[in-house]
């Protein structure tokens, strides 16, 4: 089984390829294939899983080209993860929105749609590409912002294209955790929104909904990450755990002090992190498994921690320094490509799931998956003050698409100006004016 990773240069790919080794059983991948722009970072990568297959019977052969077409012809799964203008573009989304007064998070808010804006229109090559060179493959999209650029991908692969994020999961797996669950798969999570943008309202074990139990414990509460991130009065004001992206509406102004006070923003931090690596990789001593995990947990410590310090939040818990996105991009693999079914919360078309959002509208939810592909699970209506964000954001993910397929200016600026966090016409009009001075990818808004 072929898998061909997009992006296969950057550095989160060491993960996926980790998550492959440790799979030994029938029908695994055999061979990856990586693709990115730049030569160098594919070979610093390569470095790096060498190393992690040393000495491991049937490790998945790995080979790495430039050439997107050649990557993509014969793919059986397509892992999307490119960064379109790279970490300099992130810094940069960070950068103008800031000196506007907003955030510019490279999911949430005005940063989201910059990043949004520029990566729609690669993103929508690829899926053209992959429908005509790898009919038959199954696109997995990990790049943000997630559940939009899906949404771009879906209108040309339908419901091939599966969107992932593992906050839900580490979500799904904290809630568990603090409240004794022993084995977290069989907690059933209710949860749902749009990606980066959800709510859990129940956690069933054994058919009894948990929650109000965790809601009601003000110690259990204030134990683990949103209950730190959020405060525990808000948790049980709102009667629901939301994602921790949440924090950028629910603590606006704190999130955009914080950022705006940070010696540096998060993309700035990551993008000279990397540059070392990358660097470092060229030295043919590097020892480079070492280094990338080094790099990798500094990383993972430093996640968000504006925000938590915005909070006072303290440090993250040992438990969640793992990530696990990996895990399930993997476990929806293994489902499609061999029918193991499962539950996995992932972005998928709506399909009449939220009666409120069109059935094209891609959104987080729990799916069940197999071989036919990842179904979206019946589930409550979301509270009034939810729905109103779903909608609103999504409109303006509606306005992005429209702004990526038109090429219009104009649309682009009511996309900024929809926004919840994006407070006037004007500063949506400055957002446009200093996005697009900054990225020679825009440059198709006329
Ligand atoms: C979480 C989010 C992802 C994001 C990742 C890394 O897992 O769900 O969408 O890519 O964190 O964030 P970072 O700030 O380290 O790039
Ligand atoms: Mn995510």
């Known amino acids: 089984m072929k898998l061909t990773i997009l992006g296969g240069g950057g550095f989160r790919v060491p993960l996926v390829y980790g998550a492959l080794l440790g799979d030994r059983a029938e029908g695994r991948v055999t061979d990856v294939v990586l693709h990115d722009l730049d030569a160098g970072r594919l070979s610093a990568v390569a470095r790096v899983l060498a190393e992690q297959a040393a000495g491991v019977p049937g490790a998945p052969a790995v080979t790495a080209t430039t050439d997107l077409d050649e990557a993509l012809r014969g793919a059986d799964f397509v892992f999307s993860a490119i960064r379109v203008g790279g970490l300099e573009g992130r810094a ?39 429908a005509r060179l790898a009919p038959d493959a ?35 797996r904290r809630i568990a955790r603090v409240l004794g669950v022993a084995n977290p798969r069989e907690a059933w999570i209710d949860y749902v ?71 540096k923003t998060r993309g700035a931090f990551l993008r000279d992190q990397q540059a070392r690596f990358y660097e470092a990789m060229k030295r043919p001593d590097a020892e480079a498994l070492k280094t990338w995990d080094s790099t990798r ?14 909070a006072g939040a303290g440090e993250r818990d040992a438990d969640d320094l793992s990530g696990g996105y990996e895990k399930v991009a993997l476990a929806l693999m293994r489902a499609i490509a061999r029918d193991e079914r499962t539950t996995l919360i992932l972005n998928v078309r709506n399909q009449g799931t939220l009666s409120v959002l069109d059935t094209d509208a891609v959104i987080e939810v ?8 990842a ?37 682009a600026v009511k996309a900024f100006a929809l926004h919840p966090l994006v407070d006037s016409v004007n500063v949506a009009r400055r957002l446009v004016e200093g996005y697009t001075a900054e990225h020679p990818g825009l440059a198709y808004l006329k």
């Open 193 to 263: 929104g749009l990606n980066h943008l959800g709510w859990v309202r129940g956690l069933r074990v054994a058919g009894r909904d948990e929650l109000p139990r965790l809601l009601a414990d003000q110690d259990l509460l204030g134990s683990f990450e949103e209950g730190k991130l959020f405060g525990t009065e808000w948790l049980q004001s709102l009667g629901a755990i939301p994602n921790e992206y949440l924090h950028y509406y629910y603590f606006n102004r704190e999130a955009v002090r914080a950022y705006q006070e940070a010696e």
């Open 138 to 172: 199954w696109v997995i999209n990990f790049t943000n912002p997630a559940g939009l650029v899906t949404e771009a991908m879906s209108r040309h692969l339908g419901n091939r294209v599966i969107g992932i994020c593992d906050s839900p999961v580490g979500l799904g």
């Open 297 to 310: 947990a500094e990383r993972e410590a430093t996640y968000m921690s504006e925000n938590r310090d915005a």
């Open 92 to 130: 940069a989304d960070e950068r103008v929105a800031l000196d506007q007064g907003v955030l510019g998070q490279e999911t949430v808010g005005a940063g989201g749609i910059a990043y949004g804006l520029r990566t729609v229109p690669v993103a929508v090559d690829v899926a053209r590409r992959v």
């Open 366 to 373: 729990p799916c069940l998956v197999d071989a036919n592909g």
């Open 375 to 411: 179904h979206p699970v019946a589930v409550d209506p979301l509270p009034d003050h939810a729905t109103g964000l779903v909608c609103a954001v999504k409109a303006v993910e509606r306005e992005v698409l429209a702004a990526a397929e038109s090429g219009s200016r104009t649309t």
